[in-house]
């Protein structure tokens, strides 16, 4: 079945530690994303990528990188820089068309303790 | 700046209850507004709204868009408890197709 994969589910860091979250997609979709979400808030853009090799800065991207080697790919490397990175962190990717769709990953729990 | 304002943030009702949600947005490059519901995971699609006017319906949920007035509601009829969780709204913007959200309304409907 075609869909977004995210890993992993749960994960730990020491304060200090880069750490870096995967995002596979199986969807031939073009365009990819990484969303922040914190507790009771809605989601915020971190970085997208339209096409390979390419990405842009959303609204929080200080903090964090990306890369886009791939299609299928589009993994977060949440760095020392980001200064509060305990959140949960949705991938998502969409076809870019006018139809809906965007698919959402599973999502990661990130907490740095 | 782009921006989503959804209301009421948090809403407690009794199974049975019906209630409506809102939405209003301010973004450029308007392509659609999307619904979602989110159980503690990922968030669930529901609804795409593209033109004014039209109401989109899904069993006892249904929505509608006002893009003169840069506004939208869901409605929910006859709630049950597994309504709850917290409803996201979402404008599309044309081009890079970013979803700009807001902060979501949590939903708790009690038995």
């Known amino acids: 079945d075609g869909g977004i994969t995210q890993s992993p589910k749960y994960l730990f860091r020491k304060e200090g530690q880069n750490v870096t979250l995967s995002c596979e997609q199986n969807?031939?979709?073009?365009?990819m994303y990484w969303y922040r979400q914190d507790p009771g808030q809605g989601l915020r853009l971190i970085y997208y990528?339209?096409?390979?090799?390419?990405?842009q800065k959303g609204d929080i991207a200080e903090g964090y990188s990306v890369s886009r080697e791939k299609k299928e790919s589009f993994p977060l490397t949440v760095t020392s820089a980001q200064k509060n990175p305990t959140a949960f962190y949705l991938c998502?990717?969409?076809?870019?068309?006018?139809?809906?769709?965007?698919?959402f990953g599973s999502g990661t729990r990130l907490t740095v303790v | 700046e782009d921006k989503v304002v959804q209301s009421p943030l948090s809403l407690v009702v009794h199974e049975g209850d019906t209630v409506t949600l809102n939405c209003s947005y301010e973004?450029?490059?308007?392509?659609?507004l999307l619904w979602y519901k989110q159980e503690k995971k990922a968030p669930t699609f529901l609804f795409m709204l593209?033109?004014?006017?039209i109401e989109k319906k899904s069993g006892r949920l249904s929505s509608i868009l006002d893009k003169k007035e840069l506004f939208s509601i869901l409605n929910i009829t006859a709630t049950q408890t597994g309504d709850s969780a917290v409803y996201l709204c979402?404008?599309?913007?044309?081009?890079?197709?970013?979803?700009?959200f807001g902060k979501g309304t949590k939903l708790t409907v009690n038995p």
């Open positions: 998502a990717s969409s076809t870019g068309a006018s139809d809906y769709g965007y698919t």
């Open positions: 969807l031939n979709h073009d365009a």
């Open positions: 990528s339209q096409i390979v090799n390419d990405f």
């Open positions: 973004v450029t490059n308007f392509r659609s």
């Open positions: 593209t033109s004014s006017g």
């Open positions: 979402a404008v599309v913007q044309g081009g890079s197709e970013k979803l700009v």
